[in-house]
T-cell receptor, first 113, second 114 residues
Framework: GAGVSQSPSNKVTEKGKDVELRCDPI?????LYWYRQSLGQGLEFLIY????????KSGLPSDRFSAERTGGSVSTLTIQRTQQEDSAVYLC???????????FGQGTRLTVV | QKEVEQNSGPLSVPEGAIASLNCTYS??????FFWYRQYSGKSPELIMF????GDKEDGRFTAQLNKASQYVSLLIRDSQPSDSATYLC??????????????FGRGTQLTVWP
């Protein structure tokens, strides 16, 4: 596609429910990042995928968070048993790996009520 | 100590002035340095990257890197109201084939008033 696509744009969920957030990177991009941004805060790293290498999961805040990347393309971030502190904008970015530029999607705004 | 530190601001400059945004990083081995601009309610967009010590200019923007001081800055000349945004500094410990994790500062909010 023309850019990084994330879905849904907005998600409201009840505390305790599971949610899945999707990221469709730019075609051919081998690197994919997930970050989250709480209101007025900086970007918090969650996870990084690079090709077929083991992902860097060091930023996942708890075992309720997991992510996968199927076929080296689409990625899904799953949050189980959501909590109110999970409310944030979840941003996905991709890059070719060999270039310097990481392109961000428009984000998914998650609200846990 | 945070990996990347920025003054949160807000920084307020008049139209036409030079805006100076600063960033320090903790890992002396860091290799790649980026400035992203984020408008309110929007995603970050890359505006500059720099690898080597010295200055790099692109239009009204100049990135400056001093690895000895672990300091990177962004100068915006002839500031315009449309430059009003939050500027995020990002650092990678890698360079070239795989960037790896990008470490972001919390951003500096810039306001350019007419």
């Amino acid at each position: 596609g023309a850019g990084v696509s994330q879905s849904p744009s907005n998600k409201v969920t009840e505390k305790g429910k599971d949610v899945e957030l999707r990221c469709d990177p730019i075609s051919g991009h081998t690197a994919l990042y997930w970050y989250r941004q709480s209101l007025g805060q900086g970007l918090e790293f969650l996870i990084y995928f690079q090709g077929n290498s083991a992902p860097d999961k060091s930023g996942l805040p708890s075992d309720r968070f997991s992510a996968e990347r199927t076929g080296g393309s689409v990625s899904t971030l799953t949050i189980q048993r959501t909590q109110q502190e999970d409310s944030a904008v979840y941003l996905c970015a991709s890059s070719w790996g060999r270039t310097t530029e990481a392109f961000f999607g428009q984000g998914t705004r998650l609200t846990v009520v | 100590q945070k990996e990347v530190e920025q003054n949160s601001g807000p920084l307020s400059v008049p139209e036409g002035a030079i805006a100076s945004l600063n960033c320090t990083y903790s890992d002396r081995g860091s290799q790649s340095f980026f400035w992203y601009r984020q408008y309110s309610g929007k995603s970050p967009e890359l505006i500059m990257f720099i690898y080597s010590n010295g200055d790099k200019e692109d239009g009204r923007f100049t990135a400056q890197l001093n690895k000895a001081s672990q300091y990177v800055s962004l100068l915006i000349r002839d500031s315009q109201p449309s430059d009003s945004a939050t500027y995020l500094c990002a650092v990678s410990k890698n360079r070239g084939s795989t960037l790896g994790r990008l470490y972001f500062g919390r951003g500096t909010q810039l306001t350019v008033w007419p």
